[in-house]
């Protein structure tokens, strides 16, 4: 049995929503064009796909995404030509993406792409440096929605100008050409701001600080930070995260109660129980109602601090800060690489 370009499309449509007003478009597109086919077709032995005209395929494919493209091209030899098509991927690409790579360090990139396609996916996977290496700017690869990290030296941290408290570095695996390393604070705050409208709109974005740990850092296992983020003049989203990730040890401790009990199981008797009334401990999960890093695949470390749905037409500052003002305690051994700001994925 056949399928119909319109059925294939209407099934991505169901199956992927959040490209649903794409997808309406693309639909119309497909039904037009296979409407006109089959008119031509007339008397032949049918709809095969692979007599579309390139062209024609290349506009349907331009109104989907960049993972549908990839899954569109096994259709038929032309889809997968049209799906390689320059026409395609410049439709992924912010419109204001020469001039923002042409201002930006890897000016050269223009220049040195042989397709549409591999700036797209270059964009992806290297983040290229703007504003005086201050920002960076990739493409989220699923969606090509925009991503921008701001670096330790866009951020205001109060105190980072005197090298009592902070020192300005280099890391090897650092974007940027300095880091923040804390030396030791009793007032911890970072602040950053970013303008709505250089991210991309109708987009839920998450905001995530990026930083390391050193094997000297102190008080942060036991003591939480303020986070908040929100357009500026506005309350904004605030809680409490942990920079270091201290539930990876309660797990391993809580195993490690786990297997100890068993043992003291197996030898005072299935119900824990002995002939001089003991019970066998349970193990304890230490709960916490704070949120803990996670690690990524560049070797640094991230925690969300918060989320922000970039309406169409709303324009404004989006706020971030990290703080802990409240504790008084001394704390040290962070290294900042800065603040990403990222679509989100469901």
Same mark, same amino acid.
Not at 60 to 75: H, N, Q, W
Not at 184 to 204: A, H, M
């Given at each position: 049995?056949?399928?119909?370009?319109?059925?294939?499309?209407?099934?991505?449509?169901?199956? /992927?929503?959040?490209?649903?007003?794409?997808?309406?478009?693309?639909?119309?597109?497909?039904?037009?064009?296979?409407?006109?086919?089959?008119?031509?077709?007339?008397?032949?032995?049918?709809?095969?796909?692979?007599?579309?005209?390139?062209?024609?395929?290349?506009?349907?494919?331009?109104?989907?995404? #960049?993972?549908?493209?990839?899954?569109?091209?096994?259709?038929?030899? =032309?889809?997968?030509?049209?799906?390689?098509?320059?026409?395609?991927?410049?439709?992924?690409? #912010?419109?204001?993406?020469? *001039?923002?790579?042409?201002?930006? *360090?890897?000016?050269?990139?223009?220049?040195?792409?042989?397709?549409?396609?591999?700036?797209?996916?270059?964009?992806?996977?290297?983040?290229?440096?703007?504003?005086?290496?201050?920002?960076?700017? *990739?493409?989220?690869?699923?969606?090509?929605?925009?991503?921008?990290?701001?670096?330790?030296?866009?951020?205001?941290?109060?105190?980072?100008?005197? #090298? =009592?408290?902070?020192?300005?570095?280099? &890391?090897?695996?650092?974007? /940027?050409?300095?880091?923040? &390393?804390?030396?030791?604070?009793?007032?911890?705050?970072?602040?950053?701001?970013?303008? =709505?409208?250089?991210?991309?709109?109708?987009?839920?974005?998450?905001?995530?600080?990026?930083?390391?740990? %050193?094997?000297?850092?102190?008080?942060?296992?036991?003591?939480?930070?303020?986070? =908040?983020?929100?357009?500026?003049?506005?309350?904004?989203?605030?809680?409490?995260?942990?920079?270091?990730? %201290?539930?990876?040890?309660?797990?391993?401790?809580?195993?490690?109660?786990?297997?100890?009990?068993?043992?003291?199981?197996?030898?005072?008797?299935?119900?824990?129980?002995?002939?001089?009334?003991?019970?066998?401990?349970?193990?304890?999960?230490?709960?916490?109602?704070?949120?803990?890093?996670?690690?990524?695949?560049?070797?640094?470390?991230?925690?969300?601090?918060? &989320?922000?749905?970039?309406?169409?037409?709303?324009?404004?500052?989006?706020?971030?800060?990290?703080?802990?003002?409240?504790?008084?305690?001394?704390?040290?051994?962070?290294?900042?690489?800065?603040?990403?700001?990222?679509?989100?994925?469901?």
């Amino acid at each position: 049995m056949k399928i119909s370009l319109a059925a294939k499309l209407s099934y991505y449509h169901f199956r /992927f929503p959040s490209y649903s007003s794409l997808y309406k478009r693309a639909a119309i597109s497909s039904f037009i064009i296979t409407r006109k086919l089959n008119l031509q077709m007339a008397g032949s032995t049918g709809g095969d796909l692979s007599v579309l005209p390139e062209g024609c395929v290349a506009n349907v494919l331009s109104f989907t995404g #960049p993972l549908d493209v990839g899954r569109l091209s096994i259709v038929s030899s =032309t889809f997968k030509s049209a799906a390689e098509s320059d026409a395609v991927w410049e439709q992924f690409l #912010p419109p204001e993406y020469h *001039s923002i790579i042409s201002e930006s *360090s890897d000016s050269s990139l223009l220049a040195c792409s042989s397709s549409k396609k591999e700036l797209y996916l270059h964009l992806c996977d290297n983040p290229v440096l703007i504003e005086d290496g201050k920002k960076s700017f *990739s493409l989220d690869k699923v969606s090509g929605k925009k991503c921008y990290m701001l670096s330790a030296r866009d951020l205001i941290i109060v105190w980072g100008d005197n #090298p =009592t408290y902070w020192r300005w570095t280099s &890391e090897h695996n650092s974007r /940027f050409p300095e880091v923040a &390393e804390l030396i030791g604070v009793c007032w911890l705050e970072i602040r950053g701001k970013i303008n =709505t409208c250089l991210l991309s709109q109708d987009t839920l974005y998450g905001a995530y600080l990026v930083y390391k740990t %050193t094997p000297a850092a102190y008080v942060f296992e036991d003591q939480p930070v303020d986070v =908040t983020l929100g357009l500026a003049g506005t309350e904004g989203c605030k809680r409490s995260v942990y920079i270091l990730d %201290t539930k990876r040890e309660q797990e391993q401790d809580y195993q490690q109660q786990r297997q100890q009990r068993q043992i003291a199981i197996s030898e005072v008797g299935v119900f824990g129980f002995s002939a001089m009334g003991w019970r066998a401990p349970e193990p304890t999960r230490e709960k916490n109602k704070g949120e803990y890093p996670k690690e990524r695949e560049d070797g640094w470390v991230e925690i969300e601090l918060g &989320e922000f749905f970039n309406n169409k037409g709303e324009e404004g500052e989006l706020e971030m800060s990290i703080s802990e003002v409240n504790g008084g305690d001394w704390k040290g051994g962070l290294i900042i690489l800065g603040i990403e700001i990222r679509p989100k994925r469901g």
